[in-house]
């Protein structure tokens, strides 16, 4: 059964700060992986997705990567802005399903 | 561009009630989903849809059922209401192929005293 964590659960940065975001799986075999977006007492909003065929996807300050061989995908955030704030939940996008993490939750001080 | 469109947005029901949340997706999506979050355990699956006519369990069914009324809408209804049902839940929608991405509605913040 996949699993999918994120370490840590929140973590706090000056503004303009690189940042990297992290998210484990436990079941190589992953199908393809989202990175979305909550802001406080709002729905998900989808960042990045990335199929189980590629590497890394970019939009904007945002990078994603994927390496199912670790069971590792990072977001990294280039020159975080106060703005960025918000928790960051990483999913294991299946066919019919999507097996969350708990997320991160990213505050950049200004 | 509405999207995925939740009602009602809170909700306060007393023990044993009834109620029924609505979701209506307008992307053609074929695929619908409901999700329950809480503190510490993430999004977690109710049920879904792959389809119109079409429903499955997730990972907590217990005292939920769905109706995919038709493509657009599918709704979750609690027969009897818990406390332990008191929780943010969550429609999603997801169209077909390999890389098309899930898009959530606002959520409904449901109380159960």
């Known amino acids: 059964k996949q699993e999918v964590t994120q370490i840590p659960a929140a973590l706090s940065v000056p503004e303009g700060e690189n940042l990297v975001l992290n998210c484990s799986f436990t079941?190589?075999?992953?199908?393809?992986l989202q990175w979305f977006r909550q802001d406080p007492g709002k729905g998900l909003t989808s960042l990045l997705l990335i199929q189980s065929s590629q590497r890394e996807q970019t939009s904007g300050r945002l990078n994603a990567s994927l390496d199912k061989s670790s069971g590792r995908s990072t977001l990294y955030i280039a020159a975080s802005q106060p703005g960025d704030s918000a928790t960051y939940l990483c999913?294991?996008?299946?066919?019919?399903?999507?097996?969350f993490g708990t997320g991160t939750r990213l505050k950049v001080l200004a | 561009n509405a999207g995925v469109t939740q009602t009602p947005k809170f909700q306060v029901l007393k023990t044993g009630q009834s109620m029924t949340l609505q979701c209506a997706q307008d992307?053609?999506?074929?695929?619908m989903y409901w999700y329950r979050q809480d503190p510490g355990m993430g999004l977690r699956l109710i049920y879904y849809s792959a389809s119109e006519g079409t429903t499955d369990k997730g990972e907590v069914p217990n005292g939920y059922n769905v109706s995919r009324l038709n493509k657009r809408e599918f709704s979750l209804r609690l027969e009897s209401a818990a406390p332990s049902q008191t929780s943010v839940y969550f429609c999603?929608?997801?169209?077909?192929?390999?890389?098309?991405?899930?898009?959530f509605g606002q959520g409904t913040r449901l109380t159960v005293v």
């Open positions: 999913a294991e996008a299946g066919t019919y399903k999507y097996i």
């Open positions: 079941d190589s075999a992953i199908y393809n």
């Open positions: 992307m053609n999506h074929n695929s």
């Open positions: 999603a929608s997801k169209g077909q192929g390999a890389g098309t991405e899930a898009f």
